[in-house]
């Protein structure tokens, strides 16, 4: 059974930091590519951030290049979203998700269930 866990959410002033860890079990963690997304209340889920399947390439949204960071330990099965200069925007639920695109083109995706960040202005 495949289980992304994540962690590290909580309330933080403005200009805080906080960092985000996403433990990933029952599937072969370095094959997939993992990301970050987040869902503020009313809106749409939103990218956030991508790492390879060896941390050999990285991706961000526009909104948050320069304060976020996204790292992976494979053998941990870990991957982190390291927050700084957090703003009240950046309130949301914060989610991980696996990708890995398999034999025949099947594609496989896993998420987990959430953690909620809080900035306070």
């Known amino acids: 059974q495949v289980q992304l866990v994540e962690s590290g959410g909580g309330l933080v002033q403005a200009g805080g930091s906080l960092r985000l860890v996403c433990v990933a079990s029952?599937?072969?963690?370095?094959?997939?590519?993992m990301g970050w997304f987040r869902q503020a209340p009313g809106k749409e889920r939103e990218f956030v951030a991508a790492?390879?399947?060896?941390?050999?390439?990285?991706y961000y949204a526009d909104f948050v290049k320069g304060r976020f960071t996204i790292s992976r330990d494979n053998a941990k099965n870990t991957v982190y979203l390291q927050m700084n200069s957090l703003k009240p925007e950046d309130t949301a639920v914060y989610s991980c998700?696996?990708?890995?695109?398999?034999?025949?083109?099947?594609?496989?995706?896993?998420w987990g269930q959430g953690t909620q960040v809080t900035v306070s202005s």
């Open positions: 998700k696996a990708r890995v695109v398999g034999r025949a083109n099947n594609v496989y995706i896993y």
């Open positions: 029952g599937l072969p963690f370095s094959s997939y590519a």
């Open positions: 790492i390879s399947w060896n941390g050999g390439a990285t």
